[in-house]
């Protein structure tokens, strides 16, 4: 292996390799490294294994960070259309699902054979399975050792990705280079991920566990309308995954199964065409009745059964409400074992946004996941991880 590089890419996930990528078409000498025994380990078991490479509605506000503005560079610049051309141009089939998300038709191979070929074919070298140390600023360059061996770049990029999922190597390398570097972190939390309850509520989610319907899940000012499963430490699904990344220990989360004044129409219309039958009955018909027979049941009195004839209007406001405006609190979260992202980061106010250059460290990017930029569930995060990795691939 060479000593002298114009630029070391450490991380060969999906940012790493892109960056790798275009620094290798400006003809740079480009070495990419990573502890791992294959490259886009993250990318391999994404979308169960057919990879969500991008989402076509992708916009500065589905991200979240310190600094909301941070993002709109690299995302402008380098777009869900661009990436697709290269998907196409390689030939791989790809559908779009719902909420403009784009999968791979056969495998997330496909996206990783892609990437390699054109590292490759960019003249970049790849080195996987080595263990690396945290680069020194050297002269006007950076000194990193690999494997023993103090190795020489004019820059270096760090994509080593977040804390999300240990099992594939995740590990605080990223977080510890910029520390070793002065550039603050914002605090990070896992994103994307269940949501645990506790004591009685839990309970009930317990004697709930399978059970899936769609909801508008609020916390603070972010809501998302999508599906959510109960499961026997809390709940998933996309809307939960979704309002994860939003939510923070202490806050309490809304949950509105139905919406109030058309569950309370829908409660007149049904009196109105068969008041023998029970409100239970007629939820069912818009809910999972395991759910909706749960839900009267912590209703009390105002959801004891009997003939929808027989109960006012008053009242059928009243369980409409309830089944509008459900909060929840909960315990935690399942962590970064089942997280998909990791909340927080290197902070944008240290990075260029053009370029993802440290602004007092010429010469060292942060990209990817590691950086306090996280995308919404449904392609964001890669998307995210292609243009800031296009971005500092332009200049590194």
Known sequence: MARNWDCIVVG????????????????RRVLILDHARA????IRISGGGRCNFTNVNTNPERFISANPRFAVSALTRFTPADFIERVEKRGIAYHEKTL???????????????????????????????????PQASGQGYQLKVDGVELYSESIVVATGG??????????????????????????????????????????MKALSGVSTNAVLRCGDAAFR???????????GPA??????????????????????????????????????????ALATLLPKRLVDDFLGELGE?????????????????????????????????GYRTAE??????????????????????????????????GWLGGYNFQWAWASGWAAGQVC
Not at 104 to 123: F, K, N, P, W, Y
Not at 192 to 204: D, N
Not at 226 to 236: C, D, K, N, V, Y
Request: charged share 25%.
């Open 163 to 204: 804390k999300s999922i240990p099992k594939m190597g995740a590990t605080s390398y990223g977080y510890n280079t910029a520390e070793q570097f002065g550039l603050a972190l914002e605090e990070t939390r896992p994103g994307l991920v269940p949501l645990t309850f506790g004591g009685s509520l839990l309970e009930r």
């Open 12 to 27: 060969a996930g999906a940012a790493g390799m892109i960056a790798a990528i275009e620094a290798g078409r400006r003809g």
């Open 240 to 281: 939960i995954l979704q309002i994860s990344s939003y939510w923070e220990e202490g806050r309490s989360v809304s949950v509105q199964l139905l919406d109030e004044e058309e569950g309370f129409s829908f409660l007149r219309s049904a009196r109105s065409a068969n008041g023998r039958q029970s409100i239970a009955v």
């Open 302 to 334: 105002l959801g004891e059964r009997g003939r929808l004839g027989d109960i006012s209007d008053r009242r059928l406001r009243a369980i409409a409400t309830a089944f509008a405006n459900w909060r929840v609190l909960p315990s935690g979260s399942e």
């Open 100 to 134: 403009g998300q784009l999968f791979c038709t056969q495998s997330s191979r496909d996206i990783i054979d892609m990437l390699v070929s054109d590292m490759l074919e960019a003249g970049v070298v790849l080195r996987l399975g080595v263990d690396l140390g945290i």
């Open 341 to 374: 992202v990791t909340v927080g980061g290197v902070s944008t106010a240290d990075l260029a946004s053009k370029t993802m250059e440290a602004r007092r460290q010429p010469g060292l990017y942060f990209i990817g996941e590691v950086v306090d930029v996280t």
């Open 226 to 236: 999508e599906a959510i499963l109960f499961t026997h430490r809390g709940l998933s």
């Open 39 to 42: 490259p886009g380990e993250k």
